[in-house]
């Protein structure tokens, strides 16, 4: 794309087609988030307890993220299934650290967290409808515009 306004473009057509349930999609990528989260916390319980069935839970655990995150990105191509997979699973850590860090009265270092999140959600959105390639997502990104906007613009949880 050559300018935001044809990128903003193409996300306000996205919406008109309703080829997406944005607004389940959005519940369904935050609940990978936290299955990727579980298999990660079953791992590491079992490694600190030495207790082998922990593993069997996180197995379960990453089947259920593996056929969800398939809903998610049925059409993924090339490491997109798997960029997907860690862009989520790097927003919910980033998520988890400014909370962290908020709860511990840091909200001036808790924001450029959050808002790192937040960008990093937006990629994963870019990735899953398609609006961006990775070259077009490394020219976005230079010339400042703001994915961030993406988000904000697909989907309104308060708008149902």
């Known amino acids: 794309m050559k300018t935001f306004e044809e990128f903003m473009a193409k996300i306000e057509l ?6 997406v349930d944005l607004l389940t999609t959005d519940d369904l990528s935050l609940a990978v988030m936290n299955l990727i989260s579980l298999e990660e916390h079953f791992l590491f319980t079992a490694m600190k307890t030495g207790k082998n069935e922990y593993l069997d839970t996180s197995a379960e655990i990453r089947n259920m993220r593996k056929e969800l995150l398939a809903k998610l990105m049925p059409n993924h191509e090339g490491e997109t299934w798997c960029a997907s997979k ?30 790192k999140a937040y960008w990093t959600y937006s990629i994963f959105w870019a990735l899953k409808l398609k609006l961006v390639d990775a070259k077009q997502l490394s020219k976005t990104v230079k010339k400042n515009d703001r994915i961030e906007d993406l988000v904000a613009r697909l989907a309104d949880c308060c708008n149902e």
């Open 86 to 115: 860690h862009l989520l699973s790097a927003t919910m850590r980033l998520v988890e650290v400014g909370n962290k860090l908020q709860s511990e009265g840091k909200k001036d270092e808790a924001l450029p967290i959050f808002k």
């Open 14 to 19: 996205a919406r008109k087609e309703g080829g």
